[in-house]
């Protein structure tokens, strides 16, 4: 089997990597070569059958020679994040859309019907929501990142429904805890949060403490990720509302204080009301269908912290 990550080395495909090379077998069968892509991938075993790609998704002529041998599962994780993506549209279009597509086109051209698990978001869903939600809720982006990762959605299902890929995208909620540095993630304050109460410094929180959000930590999203390459469209859906916490601010602060013995007057707040919008106004969500494939959360607050800020 080959299996190919796209966006090997961003914090969930670093540690889908190490999961695939701790355990070297998808649907039941061996892993015979890992091919990982990312516009720089350090930090790998030296296995000769873990080869690494520098590039991106929208380089065609890559993505060819990458894929020339065949390829038996892909892992699309790689985007231009939802911040970065507003501010420079034709980078975000060029990546999240146009690289996306040519990558379907030329999975669509295979031999055997390849498995891809594409890494959507909640971001399909826009602002506004209501007081709760479920799976059958309609998206209405209201960036453009969540514009093109819908796009992408509506091709993975009708090329599925054709019997072209066998592909499943699921909508990830923030994934923590990511590293503390600019990433142009308009989310990234979640992990921010974590990692400064944990090494006991001082936050400025840009939402209120009330605000919610839906969490998942790096951990329980490869689990979701492996468990989706077992599932078959031709039978059951292929889009994926995760199951997610729904927590505020407030309880997972309490739950960080919790679990590192910190001061919770540590964090301040000065909430930034278009960045509360977006992210600190998210309702309570019913995943039953998700949950009946198999899918989950992170059961609890302490146990996503406890998994988040776990080494990779």
Not at 272 to 281: H, K, V
Request: net charge negative; proline share 5%.
């Amino acid at each position: 089997m080959r299996v190919l990550i796209i966006g090997a080395s961003g914090l969930v495909g670093r540690a889908l990597t190490n999961a695939l090379i701790d355990t070297p077998k998808l649907q039941g069968e061996s892993i015979e070569q890992l091919l990982l892509l990312d516009q720089a991938v350090t930090s790998y075993p030296n296995l000769d059958w873990v080869k690494a790609y520098t590039g991106d998704v929208s380089d065609t002529a890559l993505l060819r020679r990458i894929l020339a041998d065949g390829i038996d599962v892909v892992f699309h994780l790689a985007s231009v994040p939802g911040g970065l993506a507003e501010q420079d549209y034709d980078l975000g279009y060029r990546v999240n859309l146009q690289g996306t597509l040519e990558l379907l086109n030329q999975l669509q051209q295979q031999v055997h019907c390849p498995t891809l698990i594409y890494t959507s978001s909640i971001a399909v869903y826009g602002v506004d929501l209501p007081q709760s939600m479920d799976e059958d809720y309609l998206p209405h982006p209201q960036l453009s990142y969540g514009a093109h990762k819908l796009m992408v959605e509506t091709l993975i299902r009708d090329l599925s429904r054709r019997g072209d890929i066998n592909g499943q995208a699921l909508r990830l909620p923030g994934i923590v805890a990511r590293p503390s540095q600019a990433s142009g993630l308009k989310s990234a304050f979640m992990s921010d949060l974590m990692h400064a109460l944990a090494e006991g410094h001082s936050y400025e929180c840009p939402v209120s403490a009330d605000a919610t959000a839906w969490w998942m930590s790096v951990k329980c999203c490869v689990d979701n990720l492996l468990h989706a390459t077992e599932l078959n469209p031709q039978t059951q859906h292929s889009i994926w509302q995760l199951p997610i916490l729904h927590l505020s601010i407030r309880q997972v602060i309490s739950a960080l204080c919790h679990v590192y013995d910190q001061d919770p007057a540590l964090v301040s707040f000065n909430p930034d009301t278009n960045l509360e919008a977006l992210f600190g106004q998210y309702p309570p969500i019913m995943t039953s269908r998700a949950e009946q494939a198999g899918f989950m959360h992170d059961v609890d607050a302490i146990t996503l912290v406890t998994r988040a800020l776990q080494p990779i």
